[in-house]
């Protein structure tokens, strides 16, 4: 019996039920035989630390499957997760106490359950200095994030919040974008029987290396990894006075004065490559924002896309997005009123907003790049179709005896790898390139490299989808078998000159061969049978 609905027990724990002490069970038969030889005396446990049922488990080995752990017969397990990933919040416990022993730090790391397991995350604190960094492991919504964030940061005197993958919302990132400059995060790697965890730095247009924990210190400010230093951003002016006092009425500034606000806002957000939603741009350009009305909104907007730019600027409203990633409908009145067209449905403006916030990520991130064209819209709120007209066919008429002849230029064969798609597109064409006929790895690979350039400009979930879809095509590529390169293909005039060469060697050797006939013809008794009794003649010895 493995677990409850049929998966591998891929974890366990040594000693007893409510032992901390991980393991992830070999699973080739032969390292599973020589773990057995090493540790004849450990037991295993589907652990309570684990959120299993404490009952004993048994390795099984196999030579014709996975190896792994198994529950004894009769036994009911409600265990939900069972790989190897499953231990990582018991790993990291091991680690950081490690880490802390080498550099003397009394500090004590705890599992957490935020309502989903065990190993929701693990908190490390370090009790004389009051430092506080919290590891999460399940995801967590921006509100429950922030409510917590508010309480940890009451008790302790740094706190820092390293998250694992795919546990940080789109506005938990653009929230630490903004104070502090870039995002902590952590995954695992697999050594044996245990699995150590690395850290890195990353803000949306680089990150750091993955380093060990040994690599990083805890200092005052909080924990530090190399290469990294940090920075909290400085609010300026009115906004900042009234988000100083907790409780104090927001202060009614200018409308010169909120659209100024407004414009830095959106502008340091391009320059991030992020999309903030409205209310995190209250808490960049001034907490009065989120009172205003939606036509105060999209007057506030319009006055801000008329200070200046230039015409073709990219459009900053079309920045803002909602929780769920959408644009808000009142920016489709904020397109039409600067006089960019009328969006017919809630489609066309998503899509045209994408548009104007890849051409505000070009033009404002560093370093800069030039920026797409705008997607022109029709005067019945449509994107307009993109139609690229063929170059008209060269013609040149040749003179020849009997008149006229047409003869066609011709026409360039298309280039699948110079069409590679926008940023937006590469994830659909790394699918479609696993799936289509043709010279798929290669096309592969060079989407691969643009989706490595991509992910540098693309905003979340955008970025993690494509960090998924990337994966996926990188085990593909690795599954295919090695082929041989194909040979050029000769040309009609190479060929015939090939085989005028073979034809003229096969002549040159028939010759050779009659020559060398011809000779040895010229020796009359060369081939000649003997006369009888001429070969047999011996001498006969004489009686004496």
Same mark, same amino acid.
């Given at each position: ?298 007057? =506030? /907007?319009? +006055?801000?896309? @008329? #200070? $200046?730019? !230039?015409?073709?600027? &990219? =459009? /900053?409203? +079309?920045?803002? @997005? #909602? $929780?769920? !990633?959408?644009?808000? &409908? ?215």
């Amino acid at each position: 019996m493995n677990g409850s609905d049929g998966r591998l027990v891929q974890t366990a724990v040594i000693g007893s039920r409510d032992s901390g002490r991980a393991i992830i069970l070999p699973t080739d038969a032969d390292e599973l035989t020589r773990w057995r030889r090493r540790h004849p005396a450990y037991t295993y446990w589907c652990g309570t630390q684990l959120g299993g049922c404490g009952n004993e488990l048994s390795d099984r080995l196999y030579r014709d499957k996975v190896c792994h752990f198994a529950h004894r017969p009769h036994t009911s397990c409600h265990r939900t997760a069972t790989g190897a990933a499953s231990a990582d919040h018991l790993f990291i416990k091991d680690d950081l106490a490690a880490w802390a022993g080498r550099n003397r730090l009394k500090g004590r790391a705890t599992s957490r359950d935020l309502g989903s397991g065990p190993g929701d995350a693990v908190d490390f604190r370090v009790g004389a200095a009051r430092q506080h960094v919290r590891f999460q492991f399940s995801r967590l919504a921006h509100a429950e994030w922030h409510q917590s964030r508010q309480r940890l940061s009451s008790e302790s005197a740094t706190l820092d919040w390293v998250f694992g993958p795919g546990t940080a919302r789109p506005e938990t990132m653009e929230e630490l974008y903004d104070e502090y400059g870039y995002l902590l995060r952590f995954r695992f790697e697999t050594h044996g029987a245990v699995r150590r965890i690395r850290l890195r730095a990353e803000d949306p247009r680089r990150s750091t290396d993955w380093v060990p924990l040994d690599a990083c210190a805890m200092t005052p400010a909080g924990l530090r990894l190399p290469g990294v230093e940090p920075r909290r951003r400085s609010r300026t002016g009115p906004a900042a006075e009234a988000g100083a006092g907790r409780g104090a009425a927001p202060v009614r500034r200018s409308r010169e004065e909120q659209v100024l606000a407004l414009k830095e806002a959106l502008v340091s957000a391009a320059r991030l490559r992020t999309r903030p939603t409205w209310e995190a741009l209250a808490r960049t350009a001034g907490s009065d924002l989120p009172r205003l009305s939606v036509p105060d909104r999209v007057g =506030l /907007l319009v +006055a801000m896309e @008329r #200070t $200046g730019g !230039g015409e073709g600027s &990219p =459009l /900053l409203s +079309a920045l803002i @997005r #909602t $929780g769920e !990633g959408d644009p808000p &409908p009142y920016v489709g009145s904020v397109v039409t009123a600067v006089g960019c067209g009328v969006p017919a449905t809630a489609a066309v403006l998503r899509r045209w907003c994408q548009r104007e916030a890849d051409r505000a990520f070009a033009v404002y991130g560093v370093p800069s790049r030039t920026a797409p064209p705008r997607l022109p819209l029709t005067a019945d709120g449509q994107l307009a179709a993109q139609q690229s007209a063929e170059p008209a066919q060269r013609q040149t008429i040749v003179h020849v005896k009997g008149g006229p002849v047409l003869q066609y230029a011709a026409r360039p064969k298309p280039d699948s790898f110079a069409s590679v798609p926008s940023d937006t597109e590469i994830r659909h064409a790394l699918r479609s390139a696993r799936q289509s006929r043709g010279p798929r790895p290669r096309y592969a690979a060079v989407l691969m490299t643009r989706a490595e350039e991509a992910l540098t400009r693309l905003p979340e979930p955008q970025r993690t989808y494509l960090v998924a879809e990337m994966a996926t095509t990188r085990r593909w590529l690795d599954s295919r078998p090695v082929t041989p390169a194909r040979k050029p293909r000769k040309s009609r005039r190479a060929k015939n000159i090939e085989d005028t060469k073979k034809a003229e060697a096969a002549k040159q050797s028939a010759r050779a061969k009659k020559t060398q006939q011809r000779k040895k013809a010229k020796n009359p008794l060369q081939g000649a049978r003997p006369l009888p009794g001429v070969c047999d003649a011996r001498p006969q010895n004489r009686p004496k």
